[in-house]
């Protein structure tokens, strides 16, 4: 009966370890599936306020350039009238007035070329100084903004590594507390069994020495009857049924000696198998949490 508890003992504690081991793993599925939600939700509202960056740097930028090429429209406009003006009080010739009108009216047309050859190659030098020097100043902003922009990603970058070691620091911690209080609620669970083991074997224990104190005293009564039973026969029977008592009694003593102590080694003998199993079920119990905690780890 108690190789069948204990068989019954060890299929319960093998279907809760089998539970417990399942609960565990999908416990950490859950919890992948959500580090992965969220980090899809980071990059997704990463990768949104970048766009968002970059559609207000290129707003900028056009803004930037509008602003640009009206002044540049402004400053054409002013030279022009300026001219026209000079040419007005200076009174040139008509046909050089004419010609640079039409040179003008060409020059419009085609997108600010020069009315005539020496405004136009004056105008070509002055435009094209300005050009280089627009292109300098772009070229300078486009430096300069790339360089904000690899900052701002440089630091985007490192604010996310930060933030991904953080997280993994916790988890880390996460992990080894619930480590710490599976362990400490294994360690529990195992007192109580042990405790209990103990208890049931005092109660054994206890429950034998009972039945011995009981035949022990049935035995004694039997030998008062058989004793009141004697002194009422003759003498000579008397005598020899004491003899016969003494040796009988004797023989008895001998043979409940010998199973009591065929009892304490047969107890001794299950207390030490009882043992050695206690042993190598640690030892079983530590292996596996060793085996978690490499696969937690890992």
Do not use: L, N, P
């Amino acid at each position: 009966k108690e190789k069948e508890e204990a068989e019954a003992a060890e299929h319960t504690r093998q279907e809760a370890e089998a539970e417990e081991k399942k609960r565990q793993e999908e416990e950490a599925e859950k919890k992948r599936q959500e580090e992965e939600a969220a980090e899809k939700k980071r990059q997704e509202e990463e990768a949104e306020r970048k766009r968002q960056e970059e559609e207000a740097a290129e707003k900028k930028r056009q803004e930037e350039e509008a602003a640009e090429k009206k002044r540049q429209e402004e400053e054409a406009e002013k030279k022009r009238q300026e001219e026209e003006a000079e040419r007005k009080q200076k009174e040139e010739a008509e046909a050089a007035e004419r010609k640079r009108q039409e040179e003008e009216a060409e020059k419009k047309r085609q997108e600010e070329e020069a009315a005539e050859k020496k405004r136009q190659e004056e105008e070509a030098e002055a435009a094209e100084k300005k050009r280089q020097e627009e292109e300098a100043a772009e070229k300078k902003r486009q430096e300069e903004e790339a360089e904000r922009k690899r900052q701002e990603e440089e630091a985007a970058e490192k604010k996310r590594q930060e933030e991904e070691a953080a997280e993994k620091k916790r988890q880390e911690e996460e992990a080894e507390k619930k480590r710490q209080e599976e362990e400490a609620e294994r360690k529990q669970k195992e007192e109580a069994e042990a405790a209990e083991r103990k208890r049931q074997e005092e109660e054994a224990e206890k429950k034998r020495q009972e039945e011995e104190a009981a035949e022990k005293k049935r035995q004694e009564e039997e030998a008062e009857a058989a004793e009141k039973k004697r002194q009422e026969e003759e003498a000579a029977e008397k005598k020899r049924q004491e003899e016969e008592a003494e040796r009988k009694q004797k023989e008895e003593a001998e043979a409940a000696e010998r199973t009591r102590q065929e009892a304490e080694a047969a107890e001794k003998k299950r207390q030490e198998e009882e043992a050695e199993r206690t042993r190598q079920e640690a030892e079983a119990s530590e292996k596996k949490r060793q085996e978690e905690e490499a696969a937690e780890k890992k």
